[in-house]
Structure formats: C-alpha cells, structure tokens
T-cell receptor, first 113, second 116 residues
Framework: DAGITQSPRHKVTETGTPVTLRCHQT?????MYWYRQDPGHGLRLIHY???????DKGEVSDGYSVSRSKTEDFLLTLESATSSQTSVYFC????????????FGPGTRLTVT | GENVEQHPSTLSVQEGDSAVIKCTYS??????FPWYKQELGKRPQLIID?????GEKKDQRIAVTLNKTAKHFSLHITETQPEDSAVYFC???????????????FGKGTHLIIQP
C-alpha cells in the first residue's frame, strides 16, 4: 500500500472547531493529494502538492487549506469545521514522471456535529 | 474542468459471467485513465490503467479499452468471481502539465455484485 498512513483514522468534532488531518508517506513520492469521498459523489480532489511548499487547489477546495513542509508529510486543515465537511478523507501519493499511478492511504472518517 | 460519467451505477452478474463498466470523459486533453477497486471500508486500490497512446490493455481477467475519438473507456472483467464484488471507479487525468501532476477526476462508481 505504498507506505501511506493517515492520522487520525476517525475523528468527531464540533462545528466551528479547527481540524488538521495528517498524511505521511515513506516512498519519497513527489506528488501528494487530498480527496474527499461522499455517497453519490465518488472521490473529489480538494488540494494537491507537487513538491515541498508547492500546492494547488482542486475541485472542492473552499473551506480547506494544506501545507507541505517535508516531502513525506501533507497536512489538510479545516479552519472552522462545518457539517458539510463530514466525509471520508483520503490522501494519495504518486511518483514523479513518468509514473502516473496514485496510491491511496487508509482514509480518515471525519464527523462534524 | 474535466467531467467523468460512469455507468451503470449498479451491476449484478452471475459468477463466471463477464462484467463491463463504461466511462466517458469531457476533456480531450486527458491522457491517463486508471481504474480503482474499493471494498467496503477500505481504500481505493489501483487495478489497471491505460494511457492515451494505447487502445487496449489486459492483465489476466481484467482489460481496459480506450476510444479517444469518442472519449470513452471501459473496464472488462471476465470469468467473474465472488471476490470481484466491490465498487469500481474510473478516473481521468491530464497527467503531468507544466510543473505539476494533476489530480484525478473520478466517476461516481459502479457497485458490482457477483451472484453465486
């Protein structure tokens, strides 16, 4: 599973609180991604990173920020959690060129009450 | 942006029969098309992928075909087995453009049920 871990695996938080999810990979992959998975929507890209301190927005980036200070870690922050951010969050990573393959972490189930 | 449509949403087949899942994409610049299998409560697992310079790719019982002109691609599973039961997702990407590797745009998934 490409040595990708996520923490925490489960979290329940209250509306308005900040939340940070962590993705850690040991494969020295250059590219990392955050997706959310919701019933009826499949997986949707939130943010991605193409190197340390290099990030860009995805399809559903509103309300989320990311940081990547080290190759192996990619953090996703919800500054003020809302109920609409209740979801399963998956991190993925990929090698640099020529590989395209993205490998996923085990996911974090986040519930905002 | 890219839009990926996937059909059917649910597919039930008899064990041993073949299953076909179809996807269409909208962005002609997309050049990488992976398929993921996700079992309940687990992470998506890459099972096969195809790039735009190839029309078909096989790996044992699974195959993927790509028609760039029509902008559609399909997953074929032959001799289905109970362990093939899962949700399958297609995806598309423009791959590497400029300085970064773009993310994947996923279809909404197909729940494949293998009937004994």
């Amino acid at each position: 599973d490409a040595g990708i871990t996520q923490s925490p695996r489960h979290k329940v938080t209250e509306t308005g609180t900040p939340v940070t999810l962590r993705c850690h990979q040991t494969e020295n992959h250059r590219y990392m991604y955050w997706y959310r998975q919701d019933p009826g929507h499949g997986l949707r890209l939130i943010h991605y990173s193409y190197g340390v301190k290099d990030t860009d927005k995805g399809e559903v980036s509103d309300g989320y920020s990311v940081s990547r200070s080290k190759t192996e870690d990619f953090l996703l922050t919800l500054e003020s959690a809302t109920s609409s951010q209740t979801s399963v969050y998956f991190c993925a990573s990929a090698l640099a060129e020529p590989a395209y393959e993205q490998y996923f972490g085990p996911g974090t189930r986040l519930t905002v009450t | 942006g890219e839009n990926v449509e996937q059909h059917p949403s649910t597919l039930s087949v008899q064990e041993g029969d073949s299953a076909v899942i179809k996807c269409t994409y909208s962005d002609s610049a997309s050049n990488y098309f992976p398929w993921y299998k996700q079992e309940l409560g687990k992470r998506p697992q890459l099972i096969i992928d195809i790039r735009s310079n190839v029309g078909e790719k096989k790996d044992q019982r699974i195959a993927v075909t790509l028609n760039k002109t029509a902008k559609h691609f399909s997953l074929h599973i032959t001799e289905t087995q109970p362990e093939d039961s899962a949700v399958y997702f297609c995806a598309a990407s423009t791959g590497y453009s400029g300085g970064g590797a773009d993310g994947l745009t996923f279809g909404k998934g197909t729940h494949l049920i293998i009937q004994p």
